[in-house]
Every structure is written in structure tokens, then in C-alpha cells.
């Protein structure tokens, strides 16, 4: 078997998408345009991936640093050609050689994989608008004679519905003999790699045209109306996708998915839902409206309520967790928990059945089963300077409206009375509260406007 280079083009100035970033660096579906292309390279075990870059290529390393990428500098880029050129001294004995564009990630790894067994092969699609693609100009026979960029074609090249993805595969020495002749008299004066299709034609081995199953997959990104317009077919695969696996989506086109998700089935995502990062959501788990879910493991029959916010959270299974909760990292939710309205957790542990309805916040807590957190309770967890634990044993009932000053221990079954300012451990069992007794001042007046 020869071995699998990969070489991902990403010189290109992208001067149409009017930015200070780079392009292939725009947002898109969680990630960025190029991590997409390299994720689906990673799938076909390539033995080498190359990325060609050119203008701000420091942003671009520095951005995947923890890639296993070889870099190639396309210094004053000069076409599609010029950089793989530039990519040739990188390139294995022998090997095949799969060329990529960076700005089109919707590519996927079925395509690639049929592209592949071929020994010279473009990827292409017919479509019903192949303005700016270039043509796949064939003869009777069906073989492709050539590829015709939309400013060289003529009327009846125009005409062409078949386009080219800008993905070719051929063998190392083929792409060094037919490069070392392709020039720049075309409209754009630049080194098309594309002109080796012509000249493979004419030493009689010429690339087999390879359709994409969807056509959608090799839209390319120009400018930031085609990167809108990915996002959302990008949206719609993966949306259909999570349907396919069994999950329902009450409003299919409000729901967003920026990253992977390993599902269940019989899951519901209400309108709005932005799932973000890498979530495992297990079975019969329902996610209310627009609530955002980022790197959660949510254990089988969770269910949230509308606008609550997850993130790195653990839920071991039935639970309630909102509406308009905040549930920030580190926080696990026991089976039976409840977590209401206006509550926010951080690195906080929840036992079974305990709960917090209403208005509370809990940091660095330990909290065990079957505790009742009473309505505007506040860890104090922060002296201005370190962060302390607070530990609330099984079955402790903590009065609404208490601080808990940490470090500091709620004792198994203590009862902590509404109000309190709790600075030492409160002893199991036992009711404990601090607050100044009630009393009622006789003769008092209400003060008069002077
Ligand atoms: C290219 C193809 C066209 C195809 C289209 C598909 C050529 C000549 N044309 O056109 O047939 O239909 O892609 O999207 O190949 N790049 C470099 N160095 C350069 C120039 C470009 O690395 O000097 C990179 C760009 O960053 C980009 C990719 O190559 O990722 C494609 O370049 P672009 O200028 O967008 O080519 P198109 O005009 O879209
Ligand atoms: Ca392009």
C-alpha cells in the first residue's frame, strides 16, 4: 500500500472576507474552517498531513500548535499550483498524494474515501449554479479533457454544470512531472494546479471525475455570506443527523450544534437550544428552550427546563435543573436533585434528592443526599483572596436567606434556622441559627417630612 499524503491549502490571502483574521480561522460550527478540513483528513489515516500557508501564517500555527501538521511557507502565493509546488520536497517516495482546499469544510470523509481508491481522480458535483467554480471540460467518451476556471471559460464552457470541488488525488511523481509545466498565461496569471488535468489528458492518463454524493459538501467560503450560508448547511447535516439518531427537535432550524455529541435516543431539544464543545447526553434526557449546553454528560431522564446554562456538568441521571439555572464547571447533580429557578453551582457535588429551588448560590460545596437548601442561601465561599469548601451532610435543612461563611461543616441532620450567619460547623441533629431576636419598640413614630 502506498502510503496517504494529505496537503491542505491555505496560502490564499481571502481577501474577500475583509478581515484581520485569516480565513480559513473564521468561526464555523464550534470550531474554525480549517480544524473541519483537518478532522475529516485525521479520518482517512492519512501518513502525513501538509498545510500550505502563506500571509499571517503565524496565526495559523499558533492557533493549532497541538496538530500533528508539517508546515510548508507559500511565500507571495501565486495560485493553487505555485502552492503545491511549494508542498512538493515535503511529499513521501511514492505516495498518493490527496490535495485539499482550506476554505471548503463541508467535505466529508465518504467522498474522500471513494476519491482515494482511484490512482488520479477530481472530486466534483453537478450543480445548478457553477458560477466561479472551475468546469470539468470531458469529451464524448465521458474522459476529462481539462478544467476551465470561470475566467478562461468561453460561453459554451459556461455552460458546464459539472464543477470542480478543488480536491485532487494523484501519485507523488505525477503531481512533480506535470507541475514542472503548467505556467501563468491565463486570466488571473497565476499557477492553476488545476492545468495538470489537461496535461495528464494529454500524456494519456487522464484524472477520473468523481461526483459527491451531496452537492452541498463542496461549497466553498469567500466572503462571509458563504460563510453564513455553510454555517447553515453545515447546521442542517448535523441537525439531521442527531434526528436520524433518535433525538427529536421540536424546531429543527433554531437548534445549534457547535461540536460533537454522543446521544442517546428519545432525547427532546426544545427551540433554541445551542448545544457546545463535546456532550454526552444519554436517553429520555429533555432540554427546555434555549438553554446552553457546553462539555455536560447528562445522565438518562434529565430533564431543564427553558434558558438554563450548563456548562462542564455532570448529571448521574432523573434530575430537575432549571428553569434560569447557572450551572458552572465542575458541578454533578445526583439522581432525583433538583436545581430551580435563578440558582448558580460551581465545583459543587449535589447528593440524591437533595435540592436548591429557588435563588441560591453554591460554591466549592459537598453537598449529600436528601439536604434542603432553602430559598436565597449563599455559600461564602470567597474571602476576597482564597476560595474555602463548605460541607453539608445528608438530610441538613438550611433555612432560606443563610450565609454559610467557609470553611465550614453542616453536620448530618442539622437543622440551620432562616437568616443565619453560619461561621463555625453546626453540630449534626440539632437546630442552629444566629440572628438577633425578635422585638417590637413601643412609642416608636414614623419620621415627619421637614
Ligand atoms: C479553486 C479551483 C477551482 C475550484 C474551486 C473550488 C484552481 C485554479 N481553481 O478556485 O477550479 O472550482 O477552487 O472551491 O485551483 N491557495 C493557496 N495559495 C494560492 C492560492 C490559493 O494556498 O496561491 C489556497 C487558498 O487559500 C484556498 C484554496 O487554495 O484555500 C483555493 O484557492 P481560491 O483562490 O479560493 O481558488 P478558487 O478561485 O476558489
Ligand atoms: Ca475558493
Excluded at 499524503?5 to 473564521?26: E, F, Y
Excluded at 501538509?50 to 497541538?66: F, M, P, R, T
Amino acid at each position: 500500500m502506498p502510503k496517504l499524503n494529505i496537503i491542505i491549502l491555505a496560502a490564499g490571502k481571502g481577501t474577500r472576507m475583509k478581515s484581520k483574521k485569516l480565513k480559513v480561522l473564521h468561526p464555523f460550527a464550534g470550531s474554525t474552517i480549517i480544524e473541519h478540513i483537518l478532522h475529516t483528513s485525521y479520518r482517512l489515516n492519512p501518513d502525513k498531513i501538509i498545510v500550505v500557508y502563506g500571509h499571517q501564517g503565524e496565526q495559523l500555527k499558533s492557533h493549532l500548535a497541538d496538530e500533528n501538521i508539517f508546515w510548508v511557507e507559500q511565500a507571495n502565493p501565486n495560485g493553487t499550483g505555485h502552492a503545491v509546488q511549494c508542498a512538493l520536497p515535503m511529499l513521501d517516495e511514492g505516495a498518493k498524494v490527496l490535495v485539499l482546499v482550506g476554505d471548503a469544510p463541508l467535505i466529508n470523509a465518504d467522498d474522500l474515501s471513494q476519491l482515494i481508491t482511484h490512482t488520479s481522480a477530481v472530486l466534483t458535483a453537478k450543480v445548478s449554479q457553477p458560477y466561479g467554480y472551475g468546469r470539468i471540460i470531458k469529451n464524448q467518451e465521458g474522459t476529462i479533457q481539462s478544467i476551465v476556471e470561470e475566467k478562461d471559460a468561453n460561453q459554451t464552457q459556461k455552460q458546464v454544470d459539472e464543477i470542480n470541488s478543488g480536491i485532487i488525488l494523484t501519485a507523488a511523481n505525477n503531481l512533480k512531472k506535470w507541475l514542472a509545466k503548467i505556467n501563468t498565461n491565463n486570466a488571473q496569471g497565476e499557477l492553476y494546479l488545476t492545468d495538470i488535468i489537461g496535461l495528464a489528458d494529454e500524456d494519456g492518463e487522464s484524472f477520473k471525475a468523481v461526483k459527491v454524493k451531496d452537492e452541498r459538501s463542496i461549497n466553498g467560503i469567500n466572503d462571509r455570506v458563504q460563510l453564513a450560508k455553510n454555517e447553515a448547511i453545515k447546521q442542517d447535516m448535523l441537525r439531521e443527523n442527531l434526528m436520524l439518531q433518535g433525538v427529536t427537535l421540536l424546531d429543527p432550524n433554531s437548534v445549534q450544534i457547535r461540536g460533537f455529541i454522543d446521544c442517546g435516543q428519545d432525547i427532546t431539544l426544545d427551540a433554541g437550544v445551542i448545544l457546545e464543545g463535546e456532550n454526552t447526553i444519554a436517553d429520555d434526557v429533555t432540554i427546555g428552550a434555549y438553554s446552553i449546553i457546553k462539555n455536560c454528560t447528562l445522565g438518562k431522564g434529565t430533564r431543564i427546563a427553558p434558558h438554563s446554562m450548563l456548562e462542564d456538568v455532570i448529571t448521574k441521571g432523573d434530575c430537575d435543573i432549571g428553569p434560569y439555572a447557572r450551572l458552572r464547571p465542575g458541578t454533578v447533580i445526583g439522581e432525583k436533585a433538583k436545581i430551580g429557578n435563578f440558582v448558580e453551582t460551581k465545583k459543587t457535588t449535589i447528593g440524591y434528592n437533595s435540592k436548591a429551588s429557588h435563588l441560591t448560590y453554591l460554591g466549592d460545596c459537598e453537598i449529600g443526599d436528601n439536604v434542603n437548601i432553602g430559598a436565597g442561601t449563599i455559600t461564602c465561599n470567597y474571602d476576597g483572596v482564597n476560595k474555602f469548601k463548605t460541607i453539608i451532610e445528608d438530610d441538613v435543612f438550611i433555612g432560606s436567606d443563610s450565609q454559610l461563611i467557609a470553611p465550614v461543616t453542616i453536620g448530618k441532620g442539622a437543622t440551620i434556622g432562616a437568616g443565619s450567619t453560619i461561621t463555625k460547623d453546626a453540630e449534626s441533629d440539632k437546630l442552629t441559627l444566629s440572628r438577633a431576636k425578635q422585638k417590637t419598640i413601643d412609642g416608636w413614630k414614623k419620621p415627619i417630612k421637614k
